[in-house]
């Protein structure tokens, strides 16, 4: 049987991102040698991976990689560690490889720029964009048990409690349930780590999801227009002049409220135990304190992070 050796324009703008794999390319017609040709030194295409091309010549955006990266190694892949928390709206920062996980029984060459492991344990995927992704708790400690300096460890299982998508328990089921290879030290920094601020900014992440209000900045000082300090706050709104305070937004002895609203401040205060019990009430105290806020004139304050807080 004869092979077209052209497409039709048309038959090639169906892809995603611009990504097609060799078996795509023959359903409409372009052989594997024009492939090659196309892709070759001078051309208008890229080759990212064996029988997957990029139908342009210009680098690759992660998105792509990520596509290209399933279509090499099949759908039943799931993408894992820092790529999945990204997916998941955690923000770290990317790794040179993007980690897959593969089922047990398939073997595949590995490839630049892509790392793979085999398990019997492939996690549910969920799909974001067209691509799945492992659950929270799985990406963190896949790629917690890769990284050998400990404090990054810590900083790595941290991230799902401080954007409120896990808690500890299900970490560490997660954990006991996976490859028990590189874990000592996880589970060692998982059953000591004091959670209480951490568990309290995934709670208040939590309220916020259900409200229209815009992201915060986190962990802030305001200070005046000086730059003396006034007092802190565990959420600002920069653009009306609102401060959310559940960390110590009550406490014996603290004053910083005082402070705080004497500047024209719209401050909300709640405890840890109220974002548990009842956050959607504090959710609805949070809009209601946004529309007053943005009704009254901004206060004459700035807010800088507090250094050494996650933003």
Known sequence: ?????????????????????????????????????LSGPGGPWRRLYPGVFLLHD???????????????????AVITGADALRAHGVHCPL???????????????????????????????????????????????DLA?????SAAVEQLVTLPLYWGLADRAELLAELDAGNQRGSATVRTILRGLDERDTFAHGLAVKALRSTPLPAPMWNVAVCDRRGRRIGTADAWWDEVGLAWRYLTGVGVGDFTHLALTATGT???????QQLLDNPDEVGRELIR???QAARTPRPK???????????
Do not use: K, N, W
């Not at 048990?145 to 300096?149: A, F, H, Q, S």
């Not at 304050?301 to 933003?311: K, Q």
């Open 289 to 291: 304190a946004y529309t």
């Open 266 to 272: 719209v401050l909300v205060r709640c405890t840890t």
């Open 145 to 149: 048990r890769r990284e050998p300096d």
């Open 58 to 76: 210009t680098p690759p955006t992660r998105r792509q990689l990520l596509h290209a990266a399933i279509s090499r190694h099949g759908h039943e």
């Open 95 to 141: 790794t040179d490889q993007i980690h897959l996980l593969i089922p047990h029984y398939r073997r595949l060459a590995p490839d630049a720029g892509v790392l793979t492991c085999r398990t019997g344990r492939m996690p549910e995927p969920v799909m974001t964009d067209g691509l799945p992704f492992a659950p929270v708790a799985r990406a963190a400690l």
């Open 301 to 311: 304050v700035r807010a800088v992070h507090e250094v050494g807080t996650a933003a």
């Open 1 to 37: 049987m004869a092979t077209t050796e052209s497409a039709e324009p048309l038959a090639l703008s169906d892809t995603v991102c611009g990504v097609l794999t060799s078996r795509q390319l023959r359903d409409v017609g372009v052989s594997a040698r024009r492939a090659a040709r």
